[in-house]
């Protein structure tokens, strides 16, 4: 069999696809010209193989994470300006960028207004967890309490929930900007709830904690929630103008300039053209 392998190009890649390796079978070809060439031994050779394969799956693994979480846009960390937040907490960033957080299942809760920069940094470090081996899903919280409400109707609640406690990290984007019904507010305490110690949950919200009550209406369950959630959570406050106030500042500034420089130009034309009439004779 061997011998028939080694002769049979053909046959060697018919079993490396049975045995799902594709990383063996787009490499074996011109590994084996450099084995032989550099006189390498059988297993080192096989070792190189090896290592293609692993390197194949590894990254194939970290895409279908980042695809399976759901992230709206792909933000990377590096991408953030700190300067623009210089009270944020650039340290402490970083230091959750490592992810030591999701398998002690704490919580990371971000509040500030809208547009300074929260829902970029939730998904650099959701994209991050993913890189680093951990299921992620991202949600924007109006549209989780609708998914958990059409669950409900569904009577797949408890599928809901059970696949949920399967993701190592859920991400809750824009908590704050549209109020909760009743029964909405109840099964996102029940999501909370749920998750509480076996989940990394990360929040964003626009709303400090006092005003929470706002989206849930019910002080009671409000408090219940916020002493599950904050309790081993990590707090980042993000204090400054919005980004898009920052743009349409910048732009402001480089209309005037452009107008100013428009409003010279016709006055020192009308000089130097002033300066030709006098020197004509």
């Known amino acids: 069999m061997t011998d028939i392998a ?7 890649d018919s079993y490396l696809k049975q045995l799902r390796l594709p990383g063996f079978l787009h490499h074996w070809r011109s590994f084996a010209v450099d084995a032989a060439n550099s006189n390498l031994s059988y297993d080192r050779f096989l070792l190189a193989l090896a290592e293609q394969e692993v390197a194949r799956r590894e990254q194939n693994g970290r895409e279908q994470r980042i695809k399976s979480a ?40 971000m509040i500030g207004v809208p547009g300074v920069g929260k829902t970029h940094v939730a998904i ?24 958990l409400i059409q669950a409900q ?9 059970a696949s949920a406690q ?5 991400i809750i984007d824009e908590l704050g900007f549209i109020p909760f019904s009743l029964a909405g507010s109840h099964l996102m305490f029940q999501f909370f709830s749920n998750l509480y110690e ?15 009550t706002q989206v849930f ?14 309790h081993k959570a990590h707090i980042l406050e993000f204090a400054g103008d919005s980004y898009r106030f920052r743009q349409r500042m910048r732009k402001q500034k480089h209309d005037a300039r452009n107008d100013t420089h428009d409003a010279k130009e016709p006055k020192d034309m009308a000089k130097e053209g002033g300066n030709i009439d006098a020197a004509d004779p």
Not at 73 to 97: G, M, W, Y
Not at 125 to 141: D, E, K, P
């Open 6 to 12: 080694v002769a049979n190009p053909m046959l060697l």
């Open 166 to 170: 399967k993701q190592q990290l859920i």
């Open 217 to 230: 209406g019910d002080e009671r369950l409000t408090a219940a929630l916020l002493d599950r959630l904050t």
């Open 198 to 212: 076996r989940v990394a949950m990360m929040v964003t919200s626009n709303l400090s904690f006092a005003d929470w």
């Open 70 to 109: 759901h992230f709206p846009v792909i933000k990377e960390l590096a991408d953030f300006d700190f300067t623009a937040i210089p009270k944020l907490n650039r340290s402490k960033v970083l230091q959750l960028a490592e992810s030591g957080y999701i398998p002690r299942a704490e919580s990371v809760i």
């Open 124 to 147: 650099s470090l959701g994209i991050q967890a993913c890189r680093q081996g951990y299921r992620v899903r991202f949600y924007n919280a109006a549209a989780l309490v609708n998914e």
């Open 153 to 161: 109707d569904d009577h797949r609640l408890s599928r809901f929930l």
